[in-house]
T-cell receptor, first 116, second 112 residues
Framework: DVKVTQSSRYLVKRTGEKVFLECVQD?????MFWYRQDPGLGLRLIYF???????EKGDIPEGYSVSREKKERFSLILESASTNQTSMYLC???????????????FGSGTRLTVV | DQQVKQNSPSLSVQEGRISILNCDYT??????FLWYKKYPAEGPTFLIS?????DKNEDGRFTVFLNKSAKHLSLHIVPSQPGDSAVYFC???????????FGTGTRLKVLA
């Protein structure tokens, strides 16, 4: 089974802290994504990467950056955490061709981040 | 600009009855659609998909219908079971892109 592992299930951070969310996938997928899920807003794309060291902004990149130094690992960085970044963060991966094939993305279990 | 819309934030259905979840889209370039199911504190998991060359796809209790002219798809669950209680997201993608656009989700509650 494809696995996408997010290092933390729950995190509590203080306003102004630099926060790292880590995601690792074990199926050699080219594409990796970071989404946040908020009630009434669904899943919104923050950043994605289609290759090592390549990244593209999604719909809501402000306040975030990403790093992809190795194919299997995609990190989301909150440069200076703010309370409006309290959310569920979901990492996903997919194969390069045909939008991930029949099954689209494989998601991790999510990280619930609370910024106080 | 919400390209994929799920206008019903929640739905309650009696066990054994049919659940119908709806999704509308605006981008005529979308040609592949997915439904994901999400339990609390878990990531979304793939449920069923449909290509724009079809108007129906069935997998056990789950059937997805696509009406291209209306830019509308629906997910039917028959019969509904309490374990189906979750948030359901539809997602759409256009050929040549890497990413899916997700709807806002519908929370389904199946009452025993």
């Amino acid at each position: 089974d494809v696995k996408v592992t997010q290092s933390s299930r729950y995190l509590v951070k203080r306003t102004g802290e630099k926060v790292f969310l880590e995601c690792v996938q074990d199926m050699d997928h080219e594409n990796m994504f970071w989404y946040r899920q908020d009630p009434g807003l669904g899943l919104r794309l923050i950043y994605f990467s289609y290759d090592v060291k390549m990244k593209e902004k999604g719909d809501i990149p402000e306040g975030y950056s990403v790093s992809r130094e190795k194919k299997e690992r995609f990190s989301l960085i909150l440069e200076s955490a703010s309370t409006n970044q309290t959310s569920m963060y979901l990492c996903a991966s997919s194969l390069d061709w045909d939008r991930g094939g029949r099954y689209g993305y494989t998601f991790g279990s999510g990280t619930r981040l609370t910024v106080v | 600009d919400q390209q994929v819309k799920q206008n019903s934030p929640s739905l309650s259905v009696q066990e054994g009855r049919i659940s119908i979840l709806n999704c509308d889209y605006t981008n005529s370039m979308f040609d592949y659609f997915l439904w994901y199911k999400k339990y609390p504190a878990e990531g979304p998991t793939f449920l069923i998909s449909i290509s724009s060359i079809k108007d129906k796809n069935e997998d056990g209790r789950f059937t997805v219908f696509l009406n291209k002219s209306a830019k509308h798809l629906s997910l039917h669950i028959v019969p509904s079971q309490p374990g189906d209680s979750a948030v359901y997201f539809c997602a759409a993608s256009a050929k040549g892109t890497y990413k899916y656009i997700f709807g806002t989700g519908t929370r389904l509650k199946v009452l025993a």
